[in-house]
Each structure stands twice: as C-alpha cells, then as structure tokens.
C-alpha cells in the first residue's frame, strides 16, 4: 500500500457543457470614475432579456460553430468571478460537452 501526495496524479479537468462566457460591453458607472455607482449597478444589472434575443443567440452560435438550436443562454451576475459580482454576464451552453481546464474562454459583445 502507497499514500500518493503528487497534483501529478490528480486529474484536474471537469466535463461541462458551457461554452463560452459572454460579457455585455456597455457604458459603466465605473468609466466616469464613479466606484461606489459602479458597486451598486453591478447588483442590479440583469441581462435576462438579453438571454432570449436572438440576434444575440445567432451571434454566439456563428461564433462557436453550431447551430443556433443548440445555443443556450443563462444570465449570471457572478460570470467573471465565482465569488463576488464584479463581472455578469451570460454563459453560453450546448449541447456538446467540452472539458475545462481552468477558465472558459470569453467574449466581450457590445448590444
């Protein structure tokens, strides 16, 4: 019998069948150098609408190569960060499974 204490032997990666992280580029409180605004828009921000428009959906789809069928979008106040909600945005899903590494790939997509 053996204890093995080597990351080597740990096989980090995880299936998922999100894609792609999509960040909707828009005028912030924070680029007029208001932090404190910058804090509260980040809570109240919610991009759910823009999970149904389908401009949006034909976008992401031409960009991952499938079909827009298969594109689904999920509104996330925590995209960019696990933790905190700095950063939301939407996650693209298919149904195609991909392996993840570290991070999923992100776009940023001015509406």
């Not at 894609?19 to 912030?28: P, Y």
């Not at 428009?53 to 594109?71: G, M, T």
Request: charged share 30%; with cysteine; glycine share 4%.
């Amino acid at each position: 019998m053996e204890i093995i204490h080597s990351r080597d032997n740990y096989d980090s990666k995880r299936r998922t069948l999100a894609q792609l992280i999509v960040f909707i580029k828009e005028e912030r409180p924070i680029d007029k150098g208001d932090i404190l605004g910058d804090f509260v828009w980040r809570r109240k921000v919610n991009y759910s609408s823009l999970a149904k428009n389908q401009e949006l959906k034909n976008l992401i789809a031409q960009y991952l190569q499938v079909s827009v069928e298969e594109v689904k979008l999920k509104f996330s106040r925590n995209a960019g960060c696990s933790m905190c909600p700095c950063s939301p945005g939407l996650f693209a899903y298919t149904n195609k499974p991909r392996y993840m590494y570290d991070r999923l790939p992100s776009i940023s997509v001015k509406v």
